[in-house]
């Protein structure tokens, strides 16, 4: 399952675990914050598309960590009159990680992540024998 929200002036799509970065949301590391402005739900079966929101449905996600983007330098120069000016800017952001999403019929998102089992058998498949890598027998002497 996933979803198109809105916030800060921007859409995202979003599943379950996906960390995004979006603009400064008032919060402490740790905090959950929801978002009820959804636009669009996908489930695998069915999908919904609001007009402009989808009603009942909402994403919950963690606050990850406050943080600031790049510095982004704003340069202005007027050629030939002695005149210039260099501002810059580090824009607020906030990392959240998307904890789950509810449709409009109060179905909730399952985790994305697989089973245990899955990546036991994924690591036994990429295991090899230690006597794989050793160095190969000299040969006898004739």
């Known amino acids: 399952m996933f979803a198109v929200i809105k ?6 799509k979003v599943a379950a675990q996906d960390k995004i970065t979006v603009m400064l949301l008032e919060g402490e590391a740790g905090a959950h ?10 489930d695998g079966e069915a999908h919904h ?7 009942g449905a909402s ?8 943080a600031r983007g ?11 009159k002695n005149s210039k000016r260099k501002r810059g800017h580090k824009q607020d952001l906030t990392i959240v990680r998307i904890v789950e999403i509810v449709g409009a019929d ?7 992540e697989a089973p245990a089992e ?5 690591a036994e498949a990429h295991a090899t024998p230690v006597e ?10 004739a």
Request: proline share 6%.
């Open 106 to 112: 109060g179905k909730r998102s399952a985790h994305r």
């Open 59 to 66: 994403v919950t996600a963690e606050i990850v960590e406050q």
């Open 7 to 12: 916030t800060g002036g921007k859409q995202y």
């Open 33 to 42: 914050v929801t978002f009820s402005e959804v636009l669009a739900l996908f």
């Open 70 to 80: 790049p510095k982004v330098y704003a340069f202005k120069k007027r050629r030939r």
């Open 118 to 122: 899955a990546h036991a058998e994924v």
């Open 132 to 141: 794989a890598h050793a160095a190969p027998a000299e040969a006898p002497a």
């Open 49 to 55: 598309v609001g007009a402009p929101r989808v009603e």
